[in-house]
């Protein structure tokens, strides 16, 4: 199983952006999936969670300000950025619960981090 996001980059401070995480391979199946993110000389932390039923968790740092969805049919899951601050800049990683084919269990995967940059 691997994860891809995508839809980083440079912003103002304000400003909008979408980042995307697609889920590909053998897969039976996905739970949890989730962003998180990790600023220079800080710990990763986690931004928001989706459940494959659609229940959400947000940080208190974001909350009404971005969004979490997911497409369980293209095992994507997206993160909306609203009123970006230029505290948000991070590289911002997604992860999910997946179980592969195959598997009795599922395994924590991670995507390889896309940057978010907001100036002010």
């Known amino acids: 199983v691997q994860l891809q996001a995508s839809g980083g980059g440079l912003v103002r401070a304000g400003g909008s952006l979408r980042v995307s995480c697609a889920a590909s391979?053998?897969?039976?199946?996905?739970?949890?999936m989730g962003w998180y993110r990790q600023a220079p000389g800080k710990q990763r932390e986690l931004v928001a969670s989706?459940?494959?039923?659609?229940?959400?968790n947000y940080a208190d740092s974001v909350m009404g300000r971005f969004t979490i969805s997911r497409d369980n049919a293209k095992n994507m899951v997206y993160l909306q950025m609203d009123s970006l601050k230029p505290e948000d800049t991070a590289v911002y990683y997604c992860?999910?619960?997946?179980?592969?084919?195959?598997?009795?269990?599922?395994?924590?995967?991670w995507g390889q981090g896309t940057l978010v940059t907001v100036s002010s």
């Open positions: 992860n999910a619960d997946a179980k592969p084919n195959g598997y009795l269990g599922y395994v924590h995967y």
């Open positions: 391979g053998s897969i039976a199946s996905i739970g949890a």
């Open positions: 989706i459940t494959y039923g659609g229940n959400t």
